[in-house]
Nanobody, 124 residues
Framework: QEQLGESGGGLVQAGGSLRLSCVAS????????ISWFRQTPGHEREFLAS????????YYTDSAKGRFTISRDTATNTVYLQMNNLKPEDTAVYFC?????????????????WGQGAQVTVSS
């Protein structure tokens, strides 16, 4: 059964770092692109970054460029989001998403598979 599971969220002070993990279980996901989104109350999910199934091709939106890095361990099918120099406005629930197609636009809404989300809280 295909499942996505995020971990690594928590409370961090402004300027700190966190690394989120997304374990993509199931043989199908080894061929899927994996993306990271975030959502705050009352707002739509915001696309941040994606990585292809080989881990070689990445895409970042302006919100993620410079401070966030997406990577993929193809052996364990785990996708990471390293977040540095965190700011209070980065506080959100972070989700990973799987899609057979690689997103190529910043207004990407996500594929059909979502994880349960991980809370990230950045204190000032």
């Amino acid at each position: 059964q295909e499942q996505l599971g995020e971990s690594g969220g928590g409370l961090v002070q402004a300027g700190g770092s966190l690394r989120l993990s997304c374990v993509a279980s199931g043989r199908t996901f080894s061929t899927y692109a994996i993306s990271w989104f975030r959502q705050t109350p009352g707002h739509e999910r915001e696309f941040l970054a994606s990585i292809d199934n080989s881990g070689c091709s990445t895409y970042y939106t302006d919100s993620a460029k410079g401070r966030f890095t997406i990577s993929r361990d193809t052996a364990t099918n785990t996708v990471y989001l390293q977040m540095n120099n965190l700011k209070p406005e980065d506080t959100a629930v972070y989700f990973c998403n799987a899609d057979p197609q690689c997103p190529i636009a910043s207004n990407y809404l996500g594929g059909g598979y979502w994880g349960q989300g991980a809370q990230v809280t950045v204190s000032s």
